[in-house]
């Protein structure tokens, strides 16, 4: 079945990078876009990034874009999230989703993985 | 301030029917398909309905969707103790050529 785990989280200072991973399996990883979304403590949910089956194709939220970066391995199964510039308002838990097909919908979750932004 | 607005709570009586409702724009809701999530108390999103009405694999068919104009509904009958969560519709929008969440309804079983 489906499998979607992210790992890379932790404590970070205002200001740093941090790099954000996910390990696809159980299907066919090079059929799927892939979305990273995000849910501050006691928030809502917020969409991330989402980047397209062959990695061509990118689109980020205005809240990170210029500071975060998506990127896939399709050799390896795996997804990242490279973030710059971490702020505060950056502190969430961070999950990766399969995109389900031609429209918009993210059928597979990860369990997540928590950044917490704080000096 | 969430692109998509939702009620940010609902409360019924178990058995009984509630919807949730999503309201929108001409650039989201009203020009692309609409998802709903359910989210249990901590645990991750999951997948109820896609495409408006679609629901997937294993979702019970108590959990119902529509959508009209720039509004979509969610609508759960038979309300279970076990249905309390928060839920998220979703969409794209092509004005910001971002996904967008509503801002989320928690469900409460009473």
């Known amino acids: 079945q489906v499998h979607l785990v992210e790992s890379g989280g932790g404590v970070v200072q205002p200001g740093r990078s941090l790099r954000l991973s996910c390990g696809a399996s159980?299907?066919?990883?090079?059929?799927?876009?892939m979305h990273w979304a995000r849910q501050a403590p006691g928030k809502g949910l917020e969409w991330v990034t989402v980047i397209s089956y062959d990695g061509k194709n990118k689109y980020y939220a205005d809240s990170v874009k210029g500071r975060f970066t998506i990127s896939r391995d399709n050799s390896k199964n795996t997804l990242s999230l490279q973030m710059n510039g971490l702020t505060a308002e950056d502190t969430a838990v961070y999950y990766c989703?399969?995109?389900?097909?031609?429209?918009?919908?993210?059928?597979?979750w990860g369990q997540g993985t928590l950044v917490t932004v704080s000096s | 301030q969430s692109v998509l607005t939702q009620a940010p709570s609902v409360s019924a009586a178990p058995g009984q029917k509630v919807t949730i409702s999503c309201s929108g724009s001409?650039?989201?809701?009203?020009?692309?398909?609409v998802a709903w999530y359910q989210q249990l108390p901590g645990a991750a999103p999951k997948l109820l309905i896609y495409?408006?009405?679609k629901r997937p694999s294993g979702i019970p068919d108590r959990f119902s969707g529509s959508k009209s104009g720039t509004s979509a509904t969610l609508g759960i009958t038979g309300l279970q103790t076990g249905d309390e969560a928060d839920y998220y519709c979703g969409t794209w929008d092509s004005r910001l050529s971002a996904a967008v969440f509503g801002g989320g309804t928690k469900l409460t079983v009473l």
């Open positions: 989703a399969r995109g389900g097909g031609a429209t918009t919908y993210l059928d597979y």
């Open positions: 495409d408006n009405v």
């Open positions: 159980g299907f066919t990883f090079t059929s799927h876009s």
């Open positions: 001409s650039s989201n809701i009203g020009n692309d398909y």
